[in-house]
């Protein structure tokens, strides 16, 4: 008999993940609240219920992907009107947070649901919405080792690289300091790239030149942010789909007040969220839903 699932969040992300689990051969009652995102769950063969509440009656997982982590701990634990998951999920089955979301969020619905004898782990993701869609995510969990072993059965159907990076808000931690990175190296690829075009450089071939060499990065490598030096990404494409800006400066606004918690110095981190915010709110116009390679942009003299 197929394991059954309920998926709440069907975002650009959570639709994706949704299906893959059904190609995997999980029975998934999926619930969101935008009618298009559970249409097409439908049509990806998921079983469309009314609530979040009806998703995980009889489940034996439980996943969400939701915006923020105030909406997490409000799902999860309730609001003082309505109540919470943990009060309706069955207590043999495993809940697993892909949200991304800071690790005080994490740990809080953690202590909630293991005062309701429920186990949860957090299990953020990296990938992008390609990456949804063709079920190769990276996850960072954090939980008990039996509890990530058997998130693992789940998770495999979605991902292809799944790390265990210690006890629950672990995988937040982790994800934060991957996104940080991320930002920071995006900006720095941007503006290395946007000095050699100013300075006469066909931005292919610097491109070509760079990647052979120490300044090598993921930015560089997979995801380009010049117009007409890749195919097949946001820059190409009018710097449409993808990571949003907005979705980058909620995750470093995340890691800023990681850093305040561990008093860790983050300025390099700090530089990156402040040009992602300028980049925002420049040109007149907010480009939060532009991909957050669209940074190229705020050094462009076009």
Request: proline residues 3%.
């Amino acid at each position: 008999m197929a394991k059954r699932v309920a998926f709440v969040g069907l975002g650009n992300m959570g639709g994706g993940m949704a299906a893959n689990l059904v190609k995997g051969g999980f029975e998934v009652n999926a619930f969101d609240l935008s009618e298009t995102a559970t249409a097409q769950a439908k049509e990806n063969g998921c079983n469309v219920v009314s609530s979040a509440i009806a998703a995980v009656a009889e489940v034996d997982f439980v996943v969400t992907m939701l915006p923020n982590g105030s909406i997490v701990e409000s799902v999860y634990i309730g609001d003082g009107k309505t109540p919470g998951l943990l009060d309706a999920i069955p207590n043999t089955a495993l809940i697993l947070d892909c949200s991304t979301i800071a690790p005080t969020n994490a740990r809080a619905v953690g202590v909630a649901a293991s005062e309701k004898s429920l186990r949860f782990v957090d299990a953020p993701v990296s990938g992008g919405v390609a990456a949804a869609a063709a079920g190769t995510l990276a996850f960072m969990v954090g939980g008990a080792e039996d509890d990530f072993e058997e998130a693992k059965l789940v998770l495999t159907a979605m991902g292809s690289n799944i790390f265990r990076a210690g006890d629950v808000g672990a995988g937040q931690a982790a994800k934060i300091c991957n996104n940080m990175l991320l930002a920071v190296h995006m900006a720095g690829t941007a503006e290395a790239l946007q000095l050699g075009v100013d300075n006469g450089l066909d931005p292919a071939v610097l491109s070509e030149i760079m990647l052979k060499s120490s300044g090598c990065n993921w930015s560089l490598e997979k995801y380009n942010p010049m117009p007409g030096v890749m195919e097949g990404v946001p820059s190409s494409n009018n710097y449409e789909g993808g990571f949003l800006v907005n979705l980058m400066l909620k995750d470093l606004g995340l890691a800023m007040e990681a850093s305040l918690n561990s008093q860790s110095s983050v300025p390099m981190g700090a530089a990156a969220r402040n040009l992602f915010n300028l980049h925002k709110h420049s040109s007149g116009e907010d480009k939060g839903d532009k991909d957050f390679s669209s940074i190229q942009q705020f050094y462009s003299k076009t």
